[in-house]
C-alpha cells in the first residue's frame, strides 16, 4: 500500500441496522431489568426509596437499548478500495482496522434468524494477521453477497501469498 492514504471510511451499515440492533439490545436489556425488578419485590421490604433505584435503573436499560443502536450507527463506517478493506468503529475510543488485498485469504456472508428478518448480512474477511477478522455488520443481503463476490475477484487478481 506504498503512496496510498487511508481517509475516514464513507460507507455506513444499512439504516436497517439501527432497528436490528435495538432489537438485540432489548433482548438483552429487558431481561437485565425485569430481573432488577422482580429481585427487589421478591427480596425486600419494597422501601421506596429503592424502588425508585430499580426504576431508574430499568429506565437506563432501555434507554441504552434505545440509544447505543444510533450512536454505533452514527460511529461504524467501512470502505473497500483497490488497495485494501478498512473499517472504523468505537464510540470513545476510535478502532480502524485495515486488510490490504493481499493479505485476504476468506471472505464469509454470515446472515442470522433476526438478521434475515431485517434482510440484513455481515461480511467477514479473515486475513494473515493475528488481530483477527474484520467484520463489516449490517450490511444489505444483496449487497453483502455482491460485496464478497467483489472481494473475492480483486483478491484472486492481487498478487501475494496472503501471508
Not at 102 to 130: E, H, K, M, Y
Request: hydrophobic letters at 50%; glycine letters at 6%; a positive charge.
Amino acid at each position: 500500500m506504498t503512496g496510498t492514504s487511508i481517509r475516514p471510511p464513507r460507507n455506513r451499515a444499512d439504516p436497517r441496522a439501527v432497528a436490528w440492533w435495538t432489537v438485540q439490545w432489548l433482548i438483552l436489556m429487558v431481561p437485565v431489568a425485569a430481573t432488577a425488578g422482580w429481585a427487589y419485590w421478591t427480596f425486600t421490604d419494597r422501601p421506596v426509596w429503592l424502588g425508585l433505584v430499580v426504576a431508574a435503573f430499568g429506565a437506563g436499560c432501555l434507554a441504552l437499548a434505545v440509544a447505543a443502536p444510533r450512536a454505533s450507527y452514527r460511529v461504524e463506517r467501512w470502505e473497500v478500495t483497490d488497495d485494501a478493506v478498512y473499517t472504523r468503529k468505537g464510540w470513545l475510543t476510535h478502532t480502524w482496522q485495515v486488510a490490504p488485498m493481499s493479505r485476504i485469504q476468506r471472505i464469509d456472508t454470515a446472515r442470522g434468524p433476526v438478521q434475515r428478518l431485517f434482510g440484513l448480512a455481515d461480511v467477514t474477511v479473515t486475513t494473515a494477521s493475528s488481530a483477527g477478522a474484520i467484520t463489516i455488520a449490517a450490511l444489505d443481503h444483496q449487497l453483502a453477497a455482491d460485496l464478497a463476490e467483489r472481494l473475492t475477484a480483486r483478491t484472486q487478481a492481487t498478487p501475494g501469498d496472503a501471508t
